[in-house]
């Protein structure tokens, strides 16, 4: 019976990886089957593979052997990135039953139940979220897959295709449905999330406009974005504080000759003007970002170019990269290759700048109220609760009214520099919002 088959998601990598997972977990159990967050007792794994940078290719090797040895009697469905640029290879290793490339992706519950003569038993349950069953508190929302730009660097672009656009109405139906399940925050996401409609005539800021309009859904946020997609009023939608005083925006490098290699949109002067716009409109505005290291040809004069204007910027956080040579790419061929030496120097150089201005954008929250999502307990014989800032900042409190999955208001009194993390007291109820939607 297809009842009985217990059925494990894991993702390596990005938050779109996530979001596919979190959808197909909702296709599986209202198809019958049984969710578990442990591999070793499931009857069937899916795995949504990684294929950024070289590093994410041997860990989704790892990853495939770990989950094999682990449950060698289980079935292995690999998808993904990495399944679909290494297709043969994956096929070949050991314990993988069936890939499913990019482009199969809808149809991955259809062909899971062909490949191994699974029949459709569909169950009727009031509440199919998987959210909570998967020890997550915030559903990832997948609004568009592909991109139609080429970075000299990435290979992402290849292995997702062309741009594919949901439609505004299938994005927030299935808002509504999370928000119904007991969801508190969204996290819009995609390949190229600044070019949601590009295909269907639309745009970004129409859809947060409609998510805002037609949700109640209480946080919103949004996942990388790249800064060349935000018209001069984007950041008047954050008026509305259900949306996020944070922005994911990839920077790559601090200097406009490297950018150039890079073939990027955007270059820095345009990049700090978004900033000053995100930073003069909301307070305490958080922008994270993501950084190349040691890209091709990059100079010292390149690289001190870059640490001074990730340092004048002043990131909440940051995502560091040593480039990794991908094949298939343009970056690939280009001359001055850097030593891996050169990189891991300036590596941790810039690890080291991004943890001191991540302090002081944490530090400069204290004595602010704000309100936090709750998310896990950190003991069981203990009333310490941790949890999000808006900005997304960690903050942890110790109180006995903290209830899971829970919004209240916390004064933020303190920061931790060994954890990296806010320290708030005094939590007060979150007053009730006046947004009536009536939901079908």
Same mark, same amino acid.
């Given at each position: ?23 197909? *977990? ?12 442990? *591999? ?34 289980? &079935? ?7 399944? *679909? ?50 020890? &997550?508190?915030? $559903? ?22 062309? =741009?594919?656009? &949901? ?5 927030? =139906? ?123 040809? =990059? ?24 480039? *990794? ?58 009333? =310490? ?24 208001? $916390? &004064? ?29």
């Amino acid at each position: 019976m297809i009842d009985e088959v217990k059925v494990n998601f894991q993702a390596l990598g990005c938050r779109l990886n996530e979001a596919e997972l979190e959808s197909w *977990s909702n296709q599986f159990i209202e198809s019958g089957f049984q969710l578990t967050t442990d *591999s070793s007792e499931a009857d069937l794994v899916v795995f949504n593979s990684c294929s950024v940078t070289a590093e994410a290719d041997r860990k989704s090797r790892k990853f495939i052997n770990r989950i094999h040895k682990s449950n060698p009697q289980s &079935r292995l469905v690999v998808t993904g990135c990495y399944a *679909s640029l290494q297709t043969e290879q994956v096929e070949k290793q050991l314990g993988v039953d069936l890939v499913v490339s990019n482009q199969q992706k809808d149809d991955l519950l259809q062909l899971v139940q062909a490949k191994f003569d699974l029949p459709e038993y569909t169950v009727q349950t009031g509440d199919n979220s998987s959210i909570f069953a998967r020890g &997550r508190h915030r $559903a990832f929302i997948k609004i568009q897959d592909g991109c139609r730009y080429r970075c000299t660097f990435c290979i992402v672009t290849v292995a997702r295709g062309a =741009e594919r656009s &949901r439609t505004q109405q299938e994005i927030i =139906e299935e808002i509504k449905r999370h928000h119904q399940h007991g969801v508190q925050e969204i996290v819009i996401t995609g390949v190229h999330v600044g070019g949601y409609g590009s295909d269907t005539g639309t745009n970004l800021y129409e859809l947060l406009s409609a998510i805002l309009d037609q949700t109640a859904i209480p946080r919103i946020r949004l996942a990388s974005v790249e800064p060349w997609d935000l018209p001069d009023n984007f950041f008047e939608l954050f008026k509305d504080s259900r949306l996020m005083p944070h922005m994911h925006l990839p920077l790559q490098s601090g200097s406009d000759s490297v950018l150039r290699r890079m073939a990027r949109r955007c270059k820095t002067a345009e990049f700090a003007r978004l900033v000053d716009k995100a930073r003069s409109s909301i307070s305490f505005f958080n922008i994270t970002t993501d950084l190349i290291v040691g890209f091709p040809g =990059e100079t010292e004069q390149e690289w001190a170019a870059t640490m001074k204007f990730v340092e004048n910027i002043g990131f909440g956080h940051m995502h560091i990269f040593s480039y *990794s040579k991908r094949e298939g790419t343009r970056a690939a061929g280009l001359s001055d290759q850097i030593p891996d030496s050169v990189k891991k120097q300036r590596s941790q150089q810039m690890h080291e700048l991004a943890t001191s201005l991540k302090s002081k954008a944490m530090q400069e929250l204290i004595g602010q109220q704000c309100e936090v999502l709750w998310e896990n307990s950190l003991g069981q014989a203990s009333a =310490e609760w941790a949890g999000y800032t808006p900005h997304y900042h960690k903050l942890v409190m110790n109180s006995p009214e903290i209830k899971n999955a829970q919004i209240s208001i $916390a &004064r933020i009194s303190g920061y931790s520099p060994k954890n990296m993390r806010l320290v708030g007291d005094s939590p007060f109820p979150l007053p009730q919002k006046q947004i009536e939607i009536a939901f079908p």
